[in-house]
């Protein structure tokens, strides 16, 4: 099947790798997003700007663009208008539901702990400064503590002490999405690592992606590596309850599944039915790459095999204050890191305004292994220095 127009809801980084993979293969994509000039509408063939929690503005983009299939990018999404034009015969990849599940972390986490009985961490939901410090005296601390609906980690702290929960539940609601104050308060899990299993389901199966590792600060990403050494008990479990979640949510395309690894243990903590940040590694560690792989799985096209190409990473190129104009240099200087055996590339996202760490950029790097390519990453994402508006 050939789908002609796809219309993307939520327009930054991730949609404009998705975007180019489509147009590679002579899909027509509209990007749709809060802000004019956003990283996908540079490379789309139409844009439409729009708050994507305004049902109204959402039904009339779709009716006017008339999309093969309604791709959202983002968790912040009005999920009521998007379950009812998919009940009316528009398509939304991979589902309605999925969307609608995982646009809050409260959703999720209910569905796959108490529906589906996979394995996670203990849990309480809090909707004011009171109940959050009971939840947290109920559960103990360390704990962790952020909003149910929030993007690239913002609002998360790890309290230590129970006379921080108060001030955790204020960052926690003043860096929330929506208009509904409420937090996830879970118990802390002292890991070994987290990882990403990036999920695809096809029209012919479920597939898996080599696990990918990360690290984060703050609540967002800041290196991820592939392959990520785990126990294979660990993978198996992991594997099991990807494809149990994934199959209950519905439809076609990748997944990004997160697991906390305590060491034969698999954790389950998020997930979202979309390309991952932490997948953006893929770019130069594998074939098809993650935006590929969404792509081929929602026009169901094969998928004959993901090869991994060679131990990978990234590493995030991060702006330190807000400004409406924005350069880049040395982009010679860090691309000269790489070499015909151990490639470095670059991503800048091109978004039109700094804010203070934002996420502007990636850099990726293959080595020998993923110690060295996490370093050669690194050390490439620092030569690229943002220029500011004075």
Not at 206 to 218: D, I, T
Not at 370 to 383: G, M
Request: net charge negative.
């Amino acid at each position: 099947m050939y789908v002609a127009t796809l219309m993307l809801l939520g327009s930054g980084e991730l949609g404009r790798e998705f975007a180019i993979a489509a147009k590679r293969l002579g899909c027509r994509v509209i990007a749709c997003d809060r802000y004019e000039n956003a990283p996908a509408m540079q490379v789309a063939d139409a844009f439409e700007v729009f708050p994507m929690l305004d049902g109204k503005a959402l039904r009339t983009a779709v009716e006017r663009h008339k999309p093969d299939v309604i791709v959202p990018e983002i968790e912040a999404i009005d999920t009521a208008t998007l379950a009812a034009l998919e009940s009316e015969g528009w398509k939304v990849a991979p589902s309605a539901k999925a969307v609608q599940l995982t646009m809050n972390r409260d959703g999720i986490r209910d569905f796959a702990a108490n529906e589906l009985g996979l394995v996670t961490s203990h849990y309480r939901f809090a909707e004011s400064r009171d109940e959050a410090i009971s939840a947290a005296a109920e559960l103990g601390v360390p704990c962790v503590i952020k909003p149910v609906m929030s993007s690239s980690g913002k609002g998360q702290t790890t309290v230590k002490k129970t006379e921080e929960v108060g001030a955790a539940w204020d960052y926690a609601v003043a860096n929330m999405r929506g208009d509904r104050p409420r937090v996830i308060v879970e118990e802390f899990i002292a890991f070994d690592s987290e990882i990403t299993l990036l999920t695809v389901a096809t029209r012919d199966g479920v597939l898996f992606c080599a696990p990918v590792g990360h690290r984060q600060e703050k609540g967002d990403y800041r290196e991820s590596w592939q392959p990520a050494g785990i126990p294979l008990e660990a993978l198996q479990s992991a594997r099991y309850q990807a494809r149990k979640v994934v199959e209950a949510l519905g439809g076609y395309g990748i997944f990004g599944v997160e697991f906390f690894v305590r060491g034969d243990q698999a954790i389950f903590s998020e997930l979202s039915p979309r390309p991952h940040d932490t997948g953006m590694v893929t770019l130069l560690s594998q074939f098809p790459n993650e935006f590929e792989l969404h792509l081929r799985a929602i026009l169901e096209l094969p998928i004959p095999s993901i090869e991994l190409v060679g131990p990978s990473a990234s590493a995030v190129i991060l702006a330190d204050e807000e400004s409406d104009t924005v350069a880049y240099e040395g982009l010679a200087e860090a691309l000269a890191l790489g070499s015909p055996r151990h490639p470095v590339d670059l991503r800048i996202f091109a978004k039109p305004k700094t804010l203070k760490n934002r996420r502007m950029g990636v850099a990726l790097a293959r080595d020998e292994n993923v110690e060295d390519a996490v370093q050669r990453a690194k050390a490439a994402a620092s030569r690229v220095r943002i220029r500011y508006s004075s």
